[in-house]
Structures are given as structure tokens and as C-alpha cells.
């Protein structure tokens, strides 16, 4: 039986044209997305199901929507911009458009955004990908003006344009994450061009013992040493003891954004690096110029718990393609090792991390060596 309601209008023949084309590259579910205007919406939903909805919803339809788990877009008319609220399993979005019509919900967007929940984008990014599209194309979207700019969770005002953090050379090289300060002793002498400190403790003592003994490790030193989410205690370290405390940056990630003072990390003089996972959250992220973008996780990782899937070599070039030109300091992550680094170099990044492939090596000197000559020779 057919259900009640009624399809929002979609470019059958560009929806499956593009299925066609990048579902090899990007994977493609058996899930049959539907998308409908949300005011003739059927009664009962579910996970697959895309309202489409022309300003603000009612509470009952939100309701209904994170009740389902299905995915609703409410879109505002702001000039000549459109202004899209995605609601979803995974959180509330905010983006800001420019607008190619008068068409909020053209068969063209839907088409597009249905084919690229399709090939199993989320729906925030789903929705970046349909707005940057290029009208009549069917290359994929790497035109950095054209997509979306956030505004919900926005870490800079649209409007705003905050100040670059100072930028690290395009290519960082090997870049080695490791749980504390000893294997930052280990790893500088061996020459590993970059090394980030990811100490993970509650103990606030044991947090600046840890910074201070990695920073006079890399003090005078060739390595490049980013301290991970403890960024008061780097930056306090790095004021007391000059500009070469040892110390070349702070890495974030994205829920630790929110708290962090990106004034005082900027007045500070060190680099930011932060890690993303998908269009939203590199779109979140380049508004406040950081020092490098790290793009993944590419491959599946035991080493910590991920927001999403494995991305893949697939997305891993798509993102490295559209960003490179706005941030030219970019960071394979996730997964890699000697085996498949020169697939993730290949991309055309500057530098890709690694963890286990050193952390676990029988021989460690031998690893970095063999990993390092990895890399194109400068």
C-alpha cells in the first residue's frame, strides 16, 4: 500500500546519475531515502524519511522527527541566501547558502541530497554537498565558495572574519602520536618531523609534569611538538618560557573547540591544528583560519572511539581536494601505516599520523626510519 502523503519533487535522472558515478567512490546503501514537503509528510515515519520543510517547524513535527530518527531540513529565505536548520540523529546544524533560485527545495537539491545520504554522507553534509552543487554538473563539488558557511555551531559570526592562527608549512611530514612525554624523548633524537603529545589523564599535576618534560624534549630540536587538548597548561608553559619553550602548537578536536579560548590560543603565537570528520565540520572549522586540518579517520582505528564511520580514500581525496587551497597544511589521520601510506600521500597532502605504527613497532628506530623515507624527499 502506497503511504499517504506527498514526495517532495526530484530529478529522478540526476539523482541516479550520480549514484552512478560516485557510488564506486564513496559506497552506496540499500537504504531507500524518501524526501517530502513537511507539511503533506505521511503520519508515521521512519529512519529513511527527509522533511523538507519551508521555515520554522512546528514542536509537534520536531518532535515526530527525533521521535523517528529521520531527518528534517527547515529552510529560511535571509536575501540571497538560503538559510538550512538540519535536524538529525546525529544534531542540530545550521548553515548559510547563497541561493541560485527562487527554488528552496529544487528536484535538483533533492536530488542531490537524496543521493548523497545515498552514499552514506550525514545529513548535515549531505545538505553542504547540495548547496555547493553546481548547477547542470555532475563533477563533484571542490569549490570552497560555494558551500554553505555554518552558523549553528559556529565557532566565528558568518559575517565575522577572524584573525589566521599562525600557519605550519604544507608539508608537516611524518607526524607521530604517542600517550606521553618519554616517547617525545624517544622520538626527537630519531629525527620524526612532527610529534603530538596525547596524554590523557584528569590529573591536573600530572598534566603540566607530562607538557613540561615533552616541551624540553623538543626544545632546540627539528621536531615540531603539539600538545593534545590540554592547551591552558601549553599555553602557560609556552609563556613562561619564551617563544622557544618547546612547544610548536596546540591540536583540538572538535568537542573541544566549544571550550577553548581561540583568543588566548591565538595571542599566544602557537599553531592550532584540529582534527574533522566530514564537509560540516571542515566548513565549522576553516572560519577561524586554523594552522592545519587533519581529515579522517581514512581508515578503521583501534586507538580511540570515532564520531563516525572510516571515511575512506574516497572522501579522503574529496576533502583533501577542497580544502587544500584554503588550508594548505593537511593531515592524513586515522589507520595509517607503512603499508598504506603512499595511497594516503598519493592524495597530495603534507603529512599523515601514525600511531600504532610506531607505538607498537618491535623495532622503533627502524620503524620511524622506514616510515619517514616514506615521504617525498624535500
Known amino acids: 500500500m502506497t503511504r499517504p502523503g506527498a514526495h517532495a519533487a526530484?530529478?529522478?535522472?540526476?539523482?541516479?546519475?550520480?549514484?552512478?558515478?560516485?557510488?564506486?567512490?564513496?559506497?552506496?546503501?540499500?537504504?531507500?531515502?524518501?524526501?517530502?514537503?513537511?507539511?503533506?509528510?505521511?503520519?508515521?515515519?521512519?529512519a529513511n524519511d527527509v522533511l523538507l520543510g519551508d521555515g520554522e517547524a512546528t514542536a509537534d513535527v520536531i518532535d515526530r522527527v527525533a521521535a523517528a530518527g529521520a531527518i528534517l531540513i527547515e529552510t529560511d529565505r535571509e536575501g540571497g541566501h538560503w538559510v538550512d536548520t538540519v535536524r538529525s540523529p546525529m544534531g542540530t546544524w545550521v548553515l548559510s547558502a547563497q541561493a541560485d533560485d527562487d527554488h528552496a527545495h529544487s528536484p535538483a537539491f533533492v536530488a542531490v541530497l537524496t543521493a548523497c545520504l545515498?552514499?552514506?554522507?550525514?545529513?548535515?553534509?549531505?545538505?553542504?554537498?547540495?548547496?555547493?552543487?553546481?548547477?547542470?554538473?555532475?563533477?563533484?563539488?571542490?569549490?570552497?565558495?560555494?558551500?554553505?558557511?555554518?552558523?549553528?555551531?559556529?565557532?566565528?559570526?558568518?559575517e565575522q572574519a577572524a584573525r589566521p592562527f599562525a600557519p605550519c608549512?604544507?608539508?608537516?611530514?611524518?607526524?607521530?602520536?604517542?600517550?606521553?612525554?618519554e616517547w617525545i624523548e624517544r622520538l626527537v633524537p630519531l629525527g620524526v618531523p612532527t610529534v603530538q603529545l596525547r596524554f590523557k589523564s584528569d590529573d591536573a599535576a600530572a598534566i603540566k609534569a607530562e607538557v613540561a618534560r615533552a616541551a624540553q624534549a623538543a626544545r632546540g630540536s627539528s621536531s615540531r611538538l603539539f600538545i593534545n587538548d590540554h592547551w591552558r597548561e601549553a599555553v602557560d608553559y609556552h609563556a613562561a618560557n619564551g617563544g622557544d619553550s618547546g612547544i610548536y602548537g596546540i591540536h583540538l578536536g572538535q568537542e573541544d573547540l566549544d571550550e577553548a579560548?581561540?583568543?588566548?590560543l591565538r595571542a599566544s603565537g602557537l599553531r592550532l591544528g584540529v582534527s574533522t570528520h566530514g564537509y560540516a565540520e571542515m566548513l565549522r572549522v576553516a572560519a577561524i583560519g586554523p594552522s592545519y586540518l587533519a581529515l579522517g579517520a581514512i581508515f578503521p582505528t583501534t586507538t580511540k572511539v570515532m564520531p563516525t564511520a572510516p571515511q575512506g580514500m574516497?572522501?579522503?581525496?574529496?576533502?583533501?581536494?577542497?580544502?587544500?587551497?584554503?588550508?594548505?597544511?593537511?593531515?592524513?589521520?586515522?589507520?595509517?601505516?607503512?603499508?598504506?601510506?603512499?595511497?594516503?600521500?598519493?592524495?597530495?597532502?603534507?603529512?599523515?599520523?601514525?600511531?600504532?605504527a610506531i607505538t607498537e613497532a618491535d623495532d622503533v628506530p627502524a620503524a620511524v626510519a622506514h616510515l619517514v623515507g616514506l615521504f617525498p624527499k624535500a
Open 261 to 264: 579560548d581561540l583568543d588566548a
Open 169 to 181: 608549512p604544507p608539508a608537516l611530514g611524518l607526524y607521530s602520536v604517542v600517550p606521553s612525554a
Open 10 to 46: 526530484s530529478d529522478e535522472a540526476l539523482r541516479k546519475a550520480v549514484l552512478a558515478r560516485f557510488g564506486a567512490t564513496f559506497g552506496q546503501s540499500d537504504r531507500n531515502w524518501q524526501a517530502w514537503r513537511a507539511a503533506d509528510a505521511p503520519p508515521e515515519l521512519g
Open 314 to 356: 574516497g572522501r579522503f581525496q574529496a576533502y583533501a581536494t577542497l580544502m587544500k587551497p584554503v588550508i594548505p597544511a593537511l593531515v592524513g589521520i586515522g589507520g595509517v601505516n607503512a603499508a598504506n601510506m603512499g595511497e594516503v600521500l598519493a592524495v597530495g597532502v603534507g603529512s599523515a599520523a601514525v600511531v600504532r
Open 118 to 158: 545515498a552514499l552514506h554522507f550525514p545529513a548535515h553534509d549531505a545538505l553542504c554537498l547540495a548547496r555547493a552543487w553546481q548547477p547542470g554538473s555532475l563533477e563533484w563539488p571542490a569549490d570552497f565558495a560555494r558551500f554553505p558557511r555554518v552558523r549553528h555551531a559556529a565557532l566565528v559570526a558568518p
